[in-house]
């Protein structure tokens, strides 16, 4: 039997396909290296997949809802806070100047443009019901009667908080029966009633607008019982008369500047 040539071309093919797989004599091959080579595609074979231009699209859309709902509700939050504190000083304001005008409504007084309009006697009423309205005779001390003892200084006072810092009286007794306020000359007081109930109204303030720190009061004028009644219990009731009051506020100090008519209605 003949031996083969080993240089026949199918040798050869033997050979390399051999030299291939387990490198040539004198190679040591490198398994680790095949086994990780295997099932790899060259680099230039590799390819990213692109995203749709309409999938950046939506998300795009749906980052910018999100952020304009964050904003959104800053918005609202803010907006309601600021609201609500309007609302709060507002009604805070309201009820500073019922309190205020309380002495002229429940006095009646008469309407009038100027301060040097008001009668002397209407001014010191108004001014010792201030006083009174306020509970602000803790410490006056009462005559043989009972009677508190209001100095004439305190009236000046209060007259001034009332009608401005120019306004001065020309003390004498007012009023009457038991809203009599009687001046004892030699002593400078005023001798009160202890027990007040002659109150002509009660008032109740609709509208309210400013002006250059000028505040126009629309006020209506209730019986005190009727305005208890309103209060407590959600009452609707139609009032007997209403006044448009002008407030001047400086420094959070208020001066009522006039008083005058307005129709029913309005």
């Known amino acids: 039997m003949s031996k083969k040539n080993k240089n026949s ?14 490198g040539s004599e004198g190679e040591t091959p490198d398994i680790e290296t095949d086994i990780t080579d295997l099932g790899q595609q060259p680099e230039e074979d590799v390819k990213v997949a692109r995203i749709p231009a309409k ?5 795009g859309f749906a980052i910018f809802i999100v952020v304009m709902a964050v904003v959104g509700f800053g918005t609202c939050i803010r907006f309601s ?41 209407v001014k010191i009423n108004c001014s010792i019901w201030h006083i009174l309205l306020e509970e602000n005779y803790a410490d006056y ?17 209060a007259c001034k908080a ?25 002593r400078h007081v005023y001798s009160c009633p202890r027990s007040l ?24 004028y209730l019986p005190p019982s009727i305005s208890m009644v309103a209060d407590n219990l959600g009452v609707e ?22 008083v005058k008519f307005l129709e029913l209605g309005r």
């Open 197 to 220: 109930r002659n109150l002509s109204y009660a008032p109740r303030i609709t509208d309210m607008s400013i002006n250059d720190g000028v505040y126009v009061l629309r006020v209506e």
């Open 141 to 157: 001390r009462s005559d043989v009667a009972g009677e508190y003892l209001i100095p004439e200084y305190d009236v000046g006072v």
């Open 9 to 22: 071309p199918r040798e050869k093919h033997n050979e390399e396909i051999i030299n291939e797989l387990f």
């Open 237 to 258: 009731t139609d009032p007997d008369k209403i006044m448009e009051y002008t407030i001047s506020r400086v420094d959070k100090k208020n001066t009522l500047v006039s």
């Open 55 to 59: 999938q950046k699209f939506y998300f």
């Open 162 to 186: 009332l009608f401005g810092g120019d306004s001065t009286l020309d003390h004498q007794t007012v009023g009457y029966g038991e809203a009599r306020f009687t001046y004892d000359a030699e």
């Open 81 to 121: 806070v600021v609201g609500v504190k309007a609302l709060v000083e507002n009604t805070s304001l309201k009820n500073e100047f019922t309190r205020f005008i309380l002495p002229a409504v429940a006095t009646d007084i008469s309407p009038y443009q100027n301060e040097s309009e008001i009668p002397n006697s």
